[in-house]
């Protein structure tokens, strides 16, 4: 396996992760820092501390310590100018003096200035830039389980037995490739944990989840989980993980001590060196010093010893003045005199890391025994154990002394001056000298910082680290790509039954909520849509055409009170409707703000066929279906938007064409404007529609989806003769145009009602009751303040939807739809006035391409003004 | 938000799965006076604790519920069909 890196290609060990196949490779400077670009290396080498943070195969900001290495795979250091090891920008180091805490809120003051630097403070500063052009593969999963252990330590495998052995269905979380925790880079207690490893694999009823990182832990114990490599081809999954019971078992990670210089490379956590060294097999120095005090310092002396690293001494924390070198640790000065070697191993506090708890509402005391916050009044559903609640934590009988040079926040380069600072400025309360440090709001969140921050913070305020308090832990614990909170890329796609016809015939594809539906259809000689609908309107308004309407959202509803619920929910009347008729339906919420119209059909007695638009269909299934709860009337609601398709055949020679294929009397006498009927056509049955949303003779015709394809063919061939034309949305949209029937959502909006969209006569007061009357019957009726209009333009051109209207040249409304009429031969179309403005013939101005044309309001249809062509 | 419903119907399952159907409340009379109609229109109690609210199970029975939910830590006590209470 090789990696890419700096221009070389680096040979990896199986189970190299990136960061130690460069150590190994002689790597020591990993990343440079967020403000000073100072030089830094391995600390944690357990993907805490953000000092290894690469861009890995375009992915910014990868923990390079805990990433397996994968063959090929190309590693970029980020944030560098030009190198990790020449970085010119560390020069910035050198002015901190005019960079302390809160320098840019006080110094860019002014808004311009701001803008002028910021480009550049954003390009000095920063982690990773977005660089990807490959696309990557995320998904999500759901799972459920009784009980949810995180953390494979020996602990958290102890507790998974446990689970398992009460029969609980048990899911693991652990972000390492292998169980153990400590015990995979510690000698002693690696018995133990193998005999545990060996019992959990023999269950069935416990999953184990590795290389997973819980970044979460959320309402209703969900657990946000991310599963690294799940399989081939997937880079991240995210498990959304759901249990009765969660177990913390996260363990406890060791922090950096603040002396001089502690960010230097070569100065590295414990935890790390032995990481390094059992993990990978790989020493992380020659010649070691330790720091720490002497209980574990003595086991970490022991082990380096026994792999040939040279252990000079041992410092006590408080002794310790400074570490030399530049780019790396040349020596160690203390106060009991100066030391040689190339590796400081720091021994630090360890901190429970009890996130997920606190998470999950648990409160944090200081325990100074254990020397750390722990978890207290912990939920039923949430049990904290092993390190993560303190077992084997000893307590420091003093909090250790700090330098003030010392960095305490590694993510934005905080140091304890700049906490000193902010603290003498007032703010004092850990909370807002969080936000005015920005300490602990980096990459770590906190990991490495959280513990030495209150620390300095109780020292310099007088107080103890209890009266000082912890700042909230919040879900993420760790950043989670955006790729992995996203998932995979499909969007659901509906299509029509007619889908593959409309194919065939050269549909050109518009976007519709989900569906799919033919804007025009190209023809054998043109693709222009402009010629296209054209042709498509021609053909309706000459002789016939057919669209496919499935789209609309379709409800049947049964029984003996359908009448009254479409009575309370509906402005017009229905209960009266005679069985065989249709009727324009138009629904108001209780303000009288229209929601959604469509038709309502009275098939029989007690049954009505509903149709609503598109995107409003599941809104007014609820909607009727919350009022008609708790009233105990006979009413059945059934969707049947996807069980039926529909098509519209239309223009004068549509009765010619549909007569041929059905022995239902067509004739105006007989099947009136307005009206329905169920009938057979081409040997399927249907629910035929006598309405005209496009101005001339037609039918609506609901046919169940299975035969809609056949249905479809069949009125093309009988057509042929009459040269009948598919046509799509666009041709319909300037075909209802032409005649003002208005698209709600498009012509109306949030604070449209009736009356000011012109449509009072569907509202009928004299009802006894209905949803939106109280607000109908006054105020909306008398205080419109605007009125939709119709408009013909006197001159050329077409204004785009939404232009402006203005009158005396002020701004007096807006367009919401427009197009050439050929009727008129003139633009047309529909807008928002003012109510003065809202006179048959007054004259407004209305913007095309930014310049004011003259046009002519109206209040009747652009075309076919008494409607003759529908009752034709 | 993430927490639990329980579906007098389905059992407990995850709030993604229902559309929120805002505060149980009285619909004023008929005969109401526009200051009435005004308040159930557009003020909401916004209470900070228990309350009893519409859910509409639409990815499972397709059915409107009542829910009692604590709005500050979302604990939904109890669910059911509306005048079905326990």
Known sequence: ?872 | MSFLVPCPNCGRRSVYEFRFGGEVRQVPALDATETEWRNYRFNRTNSAGVQTEWWFHRLGCRQWLQAVRNTVSNEVLEAYLPGEKR
């Open chain 1, 1 to 872: 396996m090789k990696l890419h890196f700096q221009g070389k290609a680096l040979e990896a060990q199986d189970g190299d992760t990136i960061a130690a196949t460069l150590y190994r490779n002689g790597q020591r400077i990993f990343s440079r820092s967020f403000k000073y670009h100072r030089p830094r290396g391995l600390l944690c080498v357990s993907g805490k501390c953000p000092n290894c943070l690469m861009n890995v195969d375009g992915i910014p900001n990868v923990r390079t310590c805990i990433t397996p290495v994968c063959d090929g795979m190309k590693v970029r250091p980020q944030n560098v100018f030009p190198s990790l090891e020449t970085d010119f920008l560390s020069i910035t180091q050198h002015f901190d003096w005019l960079m302390p805490v809160g320098w840019y809120y006080k110094t860019f003051t002014n808004r311009a200035v701001w803008h002028a630097v910021e480009p550049t403070i954003r390009k000095v500063a920063g982690l990773g830039e977005v660089l990807s052009s490959e696309t990557k593969e995320y998904e999500h999963s759901w799972m459920h389980a009784d009980t949810a252990v995180v953390g494979g330590g020996w602990s958290g495998m102890q507790s998974a037995l446990d689970a398992a052995a009460r029969g609980d269905q048990v899911v693991l979380v652990d972000d390492q490739p292998a169980l153990g925790g400590q015990s995979r880079y510690r000698k002693s207690g690696g018995d133990v944990a193998a005999d545990l490893i060996q019992r959990l694999q023999a269950l069935h009823n416990v999953r184990i989840l590795y290389d997973s990182y819980c970044f979460g832990l959320y309402e209703g114990n969900l657990l946000g989980v991310l599963q690294r490599n799940p399989h081939a081809g997937v880079v991240e999954r995210l498990v959304h993980l759901r249990t009765e019971q969660v177990t913390v078992a996260t363990g406890a990670y060791e922090t950096p001590i603040l002396f001089s210089n502690n960010d230097l490379p070569g100065v590295m956590l414990s935890s790390g060196v032995l990481r390094l060294l059992h993990l990978y097999g790989v020493p992380a120095g020659r010649r070691a010093v330790i720091v720490g005090t002497f209980g574990t310092s003595a086991d970490v002396c022991a082990e380096l010893r026994d792999a040939g690293i040279e252990v000079v001494t041992i410092v006590h924390p408080e002794q310790v003045v400074t570490a030399n070198g530049s780019g790396h640790v040349k020596g160690i000065q203390t106060q009991s005199g100066n030391f040689a070697c190339d590796l400081i191993v720091v021994c630090g506090p360890r901190v429970p890391d009890v996130g997920l708890a606190t998470q999950a509402s648990a409160k944090l005391s200081w325990k100074s025994t254990q020397g750390a916050f722990l978890p207290t009044a912990l939920p039923v559903h949430i049990s904290v154990v092993g390190d993560a609640a303190g077992e084997g934590l000893i307590g420091v009988a003093a909090p250790l002394p700090y330098s003030k040079r010392a960095f305490v926040c590694l993510c934005s380069d905080v140091s304890s001056q700049d906490l000193c600072d902010g603290i003498a400025e007032g703010f004092d309360h850990i909370e807002t000298l969080k936000r005015y440090t920005t300490a602990t709001m980096g990459p770590c969140q906190g990991q490495m910082c959280q513990l030495s921050a209150i620390g300095v913070c109780a020292r310099e305020t007088g107080r103890s680290a209890a009266e000082t308090g912890v700042t909230t832990s919040r879900p993420p614990n760790r950043g989670v790509t955006l790729g992995a909170l996203a998932g995979p890329s499909h969007h659901p796609v509906r299509r029509t039954p007619m889908h593959y016809s409309h194919e065939k015939l050269g549909a050109v594809w518009m976007d519709m909520s989900d569906w799919k539906r033919p804007r025009y259809y190209r023809t054998s000689t043109t693709s222009e849509e402009r010629e296209c609908v054209l042709e498509e309107y021609h053909a309706v308004r000459d002789r016939v055409g057919l669209i496919d309407v499935s789209t609309l959202g379709k409800l049947d509803l049964r029984g003996a009170d359908c009448g009254k619920l479409l009575d309370k929910v509906y402005t017009h009347r229905f209960s009266e409707l005679r069985p065989g008729r249709v009727r324009y339906a138009l629904m108001c919420d209780e303000g009288g703000i229209i929601l959604d119209d469509g038709t309502i059909a009275r098939l029989s007695e007690d049954r009505y066929f509903v149709t609503t638009t598109t995107g409003n269909l599941d809104f007014v299934y609820e909607w009727l279906d919350w009022y008609l709860t708790g009233t105990g009337w006979d009413v059945h609601i059934a969707n049947v938007t996807a069980g039926y398709a529909a098509m519209n055949v239309a223009g004068p020679k549509s009765r010619e064409v549909l007569g041929k294929l059905t022995t239902c009397d067509l004739s105006s006498g007989a099947f009136p404007y307005m009206s329905c009927r169920e009938a057979e056509v081409a040997g399927i049955r249907v629910v035929m529609l006598r309405i005209g949303f496009v101005g001339e003779t037609g039918w609506e015709i609901h046919c169940p989806a299975e035969s809609a394809e056949a249905l479809w063919e069949a009125l093309l061939e009988s057509g042929r003769e009459s040269n009948i034309r598919p046509f799509g949305v666009e041709a319909q949209r300037l075909l209802r145009l032409e005649k003002r029937h208005v698209i709600v959502g498009v012509d109306t909006d949030a604070l449209t009602n009736p009356y000011e969209a012109d449509m009072g006569w569907a509202v009928k007061l004299d009802k006894p009751d209905f949803v939106g009357k109280a607000f109908l019957s006054t105020a909306a009726k008398d205080l419109s303040r605007e009125r939709l209009i119709g408009f013909v333009l006197s001159g050329s051109g077409v204004p785009e939807d939404g232009s402006a209207v203005v009158v005396n040249g002020k701004l007096a409304g807006r367009v919401t739809s427009s197009r050439h009429s050929p009727a008129q031969q003139a633009a047309v179309g529909l807008a928002w006035v003012k109510v003065s403005h809202a006179q048959e013939g007054a004259s407004i101005e209305v913007r095309v391409d930014g310049r004011p044309v003259q046009a002519r309001v109206t209040m009747q249809p652009f075309y076919d003004l008494e409607g003759g062509r529908l009752r034709q």
